[in-house]
């Protein structure tokens, strides 16, 4: 398969290495045609990286990755826009502000078993952007408290880990309906995060469809064969288009490239007849 198309990135405007610009020419060199940027929570890093795009023959879809509440597992839902969803920033804000202050709360459990990071050496990349999860595992690296983002999350941040702290999230209903009312295209990211059996992945899903589900994350790096090859059964008995992606936040987080996971040209024209609107035929 030639992949032309990578629909998972984050950028400096949540938790990603890069900004706009360094994320469009990574794509040009890993020979991209079209990418979509989904930062957790916000679109703030939408406009420049559209525009840059435009300058540089490159389509950016605008994105984000929303966070949902889910047992037992994680439930993210990505979402695709044919244009700048005007309102969604204000909409998200509640989301970014459970984001801010869980920070100081993982921090302070950090601190608790003796390791010494304070709020200084998490700051953002770009001011203005997220503090997330993967800025504290930059800091824990840098002070050689754990060698790579794997060890960070595996023995401090992941979910049920001595400094993992949860916030406060939307219901999948809601986030679906934010996504919908925006004109947008929600899509199930990663399945495999949800921990669900393969008949309540199946059942869930369908649930998802029924409150406007319309495709599933089915090319991901951390998916195997069998669980591609399961999904893809699910999204074609469901009517669900299929993408895919890296996940990609830069160099310092990733072990794959961006471009090493997403769609081929035949399967991103059927995502994109969608998102602008055109009946299958």
């Known amino acids: 398969m030639y992949i032309i198309a990578d629909l998972h990135i984050h950028s400096r405007a949540s938790d990603g290495d890069l900004g706009p610009d360094q994320i469009v020419d990574a794509a040009i060199a890993a020979g991209l045609q079209t990418i979509a940027l989904t ?17 540089k023959g490159l389509r950016v879809i605008p994105g984000v990755e929303i966070s949902a509440v889910f047992d037992p597992g994680t439930l993210h839902i990505l979402a695709y826009f044919p244009g700048y969803p005007k309102g969604m920033e204000k909409a998200l804000e ?19 078993l003796g390791i010494e990071i304070c709020p200084e050496d998490v700051a953002p990349l770009e001011t203005g952007s997220q ?6 595992a930059r800091a824990l690296i840098a002070k050689g408290y754990v060698k790579n983002f794997d060890e960070a999350f595996s023995r401090y941040l992941a979910k049920g880990q001595k400094a993992y702290v949860d916030k406060e999230k939307m219901t999948w209903e809601k986030a679906l309906d934010l996504i919908i009312d925006h004109g947008g295209l929600p899509v199930l990211a990663h399945p495999f995060t949800l921990n669900l059996s393969p008949r309540d992945l199946v059942k869930f899903t369908g649930a998802l469809r029924e409150a406007g ?15 591609v090859k399961r999904y893809r059964e699910i999204a074609r008995s469901l ?24 769609l081929d040209r035949e399967t991103l024209d059927i995502m994109l007849n969608r998102l602008n609107g055109k009946t299958p035929e």
Request: charged residues 20%; without cysteine.
């Open 39 to 55: 930062d957790h929570d916000t679109i703030s890093g939408v406009p420049q990286t559209v525009l840059s795009g435009r300058r």
């Open 94 to 112: 509640e989301v970014q502000k459970a984001r801010l202050e869980r920070t100081p709360k993982i921090l302070a459990k950090l601190n608790a």
């Open 239 to 262: 009517g669900l288009f299929i993408t895919g992606g890296t996940d990609y936040h830069g160099p310092s987080v990733n072990a794959t490239n961006m471009g090493d996971h997403g």
């Open 213 to 227: 589900l319309a495709g599933i994350e089915v090319l991901y790096p951390d998916h195997t064969r069998a669980q």
């Open 131 to 136: 503090v997330g999860r993967p800025h504290i």
